[in-house]
């Protein structure tokens, strides 16, 4: 049986995007949508037989139609072609208030074998595809609100609130790994009894975070160290054939030397230049029951748009128009997002030529900033940082107030930079 497992596509996510002019859309949309329609394609040319989505389709909870439908676009050449679409909603997906509908949800009422969990299901899953059946254990992100509705958990604090959870969802695993075990009678979704067996392949989706995952560059660690957490161990629970996860933004296998394969797909694009190092794309997945391993996994890219981030000390050279030219000319700039960052002394400023550096950069899909650092002439040197806009510099000044911050500085920069393109790119589609 052959899958493509996939996740993390947050359609909506505008940092460094600009409007396109030929459609109106922001460019990191159409970005994720060409990454999103080349996976799909490779599904189609691998001729899966189940199409393994593990959550967080959007940025927001509140998508807007044009998301929706650029989502909904994507996805219909596999429906067209009768592959079963099994969507796991994430904590993107999911709106805070309780009550409220997921943004996948409405994916339930469109034309096409979709099966979409926004909690997890009373008994193993079982999904008719062409090669035959597969049992599907679904594990989408836990809601907090829907939990302390209840009238016994209001009390408990964050903590308590986090080990329930990770009590819950373990126990919960085990109970349908039993179920496969004990070859128990379960109803399809077409009410057709089907009974359990080790002999089908069983793969557990989910939208949760494993302790010692790889961070992508983007995602922050303060975030993920207040959710649930779970171990290898407590997911990758025979005889489970393929754990396919979705949150966590760098691809990586966590159980590399054992089986079942305890995958996250990662996303399909880079979000920030942090990420700029890191492939992006999805895994393709074969499960046979009777070879040894009984799962393989092959890592593909997408075609995701590359970020370049150029670091440039200028302060000894005697043009350093020509130095910084010389560092882009050896770089690979052409359609990608680039940031180039130089080192001055204050008598070398009138001698760099901006114009002829964003001519050097015309090839670039989009020039996201061009920033100088400045060595004031004297003997003793002090740093002072200048840009177009003067955010970079606060930041660093608030930081050099505050010594507990020191170690973090490059990142909290960064984070304050990222956040100012994407509502600039908000600000020009308004």
């Known amino acids: 049986m052959k899958l493509l497992h996939t996740a993390d596509i947050h359609l909506g996510a505008k940092t460094y ?223 489970i054939d393929y754990v396919a996860l979705g949150h966590v933004h760098h691809a990586q296998d966590r159980n590399p030397d054992g089986h079942p394969p305890v995958v996250y797909s990662g996303s399909i694009e880079r979000v920030t230049f942090n990420e700029r190092d890191e492939k992006k794309g999805f895994y393709l997945v074969d499960i046979e029951p009777d070879a040894d391993p009984r799962t393989t996994i092959t890592f593909e890219e997408t075609p995701a748009r590359p970020f370049v981030a150029l670091q440039v000390d200028a302060r000894d050279a005697e043009e350093p128009t020509g130095h910084i030219l010389q560092a882009i000319e050896s770089a690979t700039v052409a359609d990608a997002i680039v940031r180039v960052r130089y080192h001055v002394e204050e008598e070398q400023i009138p001698l760099v030529e901006q114009g002829r550096i964003r001519e050097a950069l015309s090839d670039a899909d989009t020039i996201a900033a061009i920033e100088r650092t400045v060595d004031p002439t004297g003997r003793k040197r002090r740093t002072v940082v200048t840009r177009e806009s003067d955010l970079e510099d606060a930041v660093r000044q608030y930081v050099r107030q505050h010594e507990e911050l020191e170690g973090i500085e490059d990142d909290l920069v960064e984070a304050a930079l990222e956040l100012e393109a994407e509502r600039e790119a908000e600000r020009r589609e308004t």
């Open 17 to 239: 995007g600009r409007r396109d002019p030929d459609t109106g859309l922001n460019t990191r949309l159409l970005d994720v949508r060409q990454s999103f329609e080349a996976l799909v394609q490779r599904a189609l040319e691998a001729e899966i037989d189940a199409f393994v989505f593990s959550g967080d389709a959007y940025h927001t909870a509140d998508p807007t139609p044009t998301q929706q439908k650029i989502f909904a676009e994507c996805l219909q050449p596999l429906a067209d072609a009768d592959i079963p679409l099994i969507l796991i909603v994430g904590n993107h997906d999911h709106p805070v208030t309780y009550g409220r509908a997921s943004s996948l949800d409405i994916f339930e009422y469109v034309d096409g074998d979709v099966y979409c969990y926004r909690k997890p299901a009373s008994s193993v899953q079982v999904i008719d595809t062409k090669s035959g059946p597969l049992q599907l254990i679904p594990l989408p992100w836990p809601i907090r609100s829907q939990i302390v509705t209840k009238e016994e958990y209001r009390s408990m604090t964050p903590e308590e609130l986090r080990q329930f959870i990770e009590e819950k969802y373990v126990n919960y695993v085990q109970r349908r790994v039993d179920d496969v075990k004990n070859e128990v009678v379960v109803e399809r979704a077409n009410g057709v009894e089907h009974q359990l067996s080790t002999d089908v392949p069983t793969v557990l989706a989910g939208h949760v975070t494993l302790q010692g995952a790889e961070l992508a560059g983007s995602e922050r660690t303060t975030l993920i160290a207040s959710e649930p957490k779970f171990t290898v161990g407590q997911l990758a629970v025979p005889p």
